[in-house]
């Protein structure tokens, strides 16, 4: 039984049904509501969209993907993301960015270097039900300081799969606890006092995809260590972010926008 709890611009906290999960994801939605209570609303956003998911922009959840005998169908796709930053360089090393170090949150402001070269935008640990439709879902955050970024980098903790395949019911909840690093391309250019709004596709039907194209049934994925391993990986290679200042959920680099 889940209890929605609505964050902002539909960015839903749930309980999922793994035992351990629930406790990891508690301790999260209590974390996320003091931090997004505490920043109010901001000018600069972090969204979400699928918008490559499916067929032609169609609704993931109306539009199953078919191969040979297999039928897969999306209801609900929910993400659990912390320490979000933006890097200037590629080998620039950030706070946080050894796993050793996330429980610190990027909060250690020790090495100048570091706050130089990283900018946290202070997003996170938050619970974000992806939509999956042609729409976004949107986080508010700090304002990005000026400069050229390269990379976005969060950390994905926890991977929630609602849905059905070949008609029979899955909820699994994936233990991810991976660092995800997308590149900007081209490179984020901030100008002062600028609100920069950033937008990460995330086409989860990929996850299920093998490279055979045929589908990974989500309810085995954690019985196989190496479908897993697998699902884990395409995870981690599928993002794509961009700027999105008029928050269409579309590349401003590729035209038809009013942003900068």
Known sequence: MFDPYHLRARVVARHVSSAIAVASLAAFVACSDSSTAARGAGSSQLSFTTSSTGVSGASADRTPLVSGKDTLSLSQVTIVIQNAKLKRQASSTCVGDNDADDDKGGSDTSSHHNMEECASVRVG??????????????????????GTFQQFEFRISLARLVGKFDGKAFDVTLPINGRMV???????????????????????????????????????????????????????????????????????????????
């Open 125 to 146: 640990p938050t619970l974000v039900d992806l939509p999956l439709d042609s729409g976004l879902v949107s986080l508010p955050m700090d304002l990005i300081p000026a």
């Open 182 to 260: 997308i590149a900007f391309s081209p490179a984020l250019v901030v100008t002062d006092s600028t609100p920069t709004s950033i937008t990460i596709d995330v086409p989860v039907t990929k996850w299920l995809t093998n490279g055979d194209g045929s589908l990974v049934n989500p309810s085995q994925i954690l019985s196989n260590p190496t479908v897993f391993a697998a699902v884990k990986g395409r995870i981690a290679a599928t993002f794509h972010v961009f700027r999105d200042n008029n928050h269409n959920g579309r590349d401003d680099h590729d035209g038809d926008h009013d942003g900068n």
